[in-house]
């Protein structure tokens, strides 16, 4: 996933587009806010992209500082300061870093991995790293919340899959017009991650074709006893596992929300 976001084109640049059309982040960050407010601040968000989550949490009146590995993703982040007024943007702090391996002095009573980016991590060694880090950066009483997607089995056989449906969201601000499809699903059950080809196009407001590219994105599936014991692994306590942002109890397919603390 790393490589997905790395180069500042068209994923990148429409991110927050598809991003607020997302279903299954439906209520996110009243979610995140209502447990920030439990925990108190400081936030730490890993892997913030374009700083959606960081901002909303700066907005709600806590200190924030977001780790990405794309600079990419931590410039169009930053270049949302100035649309805050001064008290929020003087709160967020946006970082380049790796989450497999980071070393911040503030501990954060609230560490947050959102919308699945803990899946961008391939290797179950690393996952363990960013767990580590996770669990060094907690303050005590803390709490860390990662997302990930639960995997449908249907869906992680090896063969190939195409055919898959375009998502299109019109930008309200140009009236361009953007559209991704993926152009090629592969698993590997063994190593239990897939690879994915995502074609972008964006149309001007005459529906011409004006720029078109090509990602590849990685993912590796976790499946939820496997989080359990990763967690026990990592000196991690499961306080509370949901299926999405409105508090629904674990559900096959769904999300996996986990809320851990240090026991
Ligand atoms: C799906 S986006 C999520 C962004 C943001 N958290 C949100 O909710 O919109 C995944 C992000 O993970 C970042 N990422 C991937 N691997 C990373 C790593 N090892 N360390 C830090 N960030 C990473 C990518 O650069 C990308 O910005």
Redesign the pocket.
């Known amino acids: ?2 490589e ?3 180069r500042l084109g068209l994923n990148v640049s429409t ?1 927050d587009l598809f ?1 607020r059309n997302l279903s299954n ?1 439906e209520n ?1 960050l009243a979610f995140y806010k209502e447990l920030a407010e439990k925990t108190g601040g400081p936030v730490l ?9 960081s901002w909303a949490m700066a907005e709600a009146g806590f200190h924030v500082a977001g ?4 600079e990419s ?1 931590l410039a169009i982040a930053e270049a949302k300061r100035e649309t805050f007024p001064n008290d929020v943007a003087d709160r967020v702090t946006f970082l380049r ?4 391996d980071f070393s911040l002095l503030d501990q954060y009573a609230l560490i ?6 803990f899946q ?2 391939l290797d179950p060694a ?1 996952q363990r790293k ?1 767990l580590a880090c996770i669990r060094s950066h907690l303050a005590p009483g803390g709490r860390c919340v990662i997302d990930l997607f639960d995997p449908r089995l249907d869906l992680l056989h090896p063969a190939e899959r195409t055919g898959f449906e375009p998502e299109t969201v019109k930008d309200p601000e140009t009236g361009e017009v953007v559209s991704r499809c993926v152009i090629r699903h592969a698993n590997d059950p063994l190593s239990q991650t897939f690879e994915e080809i995502w074609c972008f196009e964006l149309a001007d407001t005459n529906g011409n074709v004006i720029e078109q590219a090509e990602e590849t994105l990685a993912m590796r599936w976790v499946y939820r006893q496997e989080m359990r014991y990763l967690f026990e692994l990592a000196g991690l306590a499961v306080e509370a596992e949901y299926s999405d942002y409105l508090g629904s109890p674990p559900t096959y397919g769904k999300e996996q929300i986990w809320v851990v603390k240090k026991p």
């Open positions: 996933m790393a997905f976001y790395s991110y991003r982040l996110d968000e890993l892997a913030c992209g374009t700083g959606v989550v780790l990405d590995l794309s993703m870093g790796d989450m497999t947050i991995v959102a919308f699945r980016s961008s991590i690393d960013v």
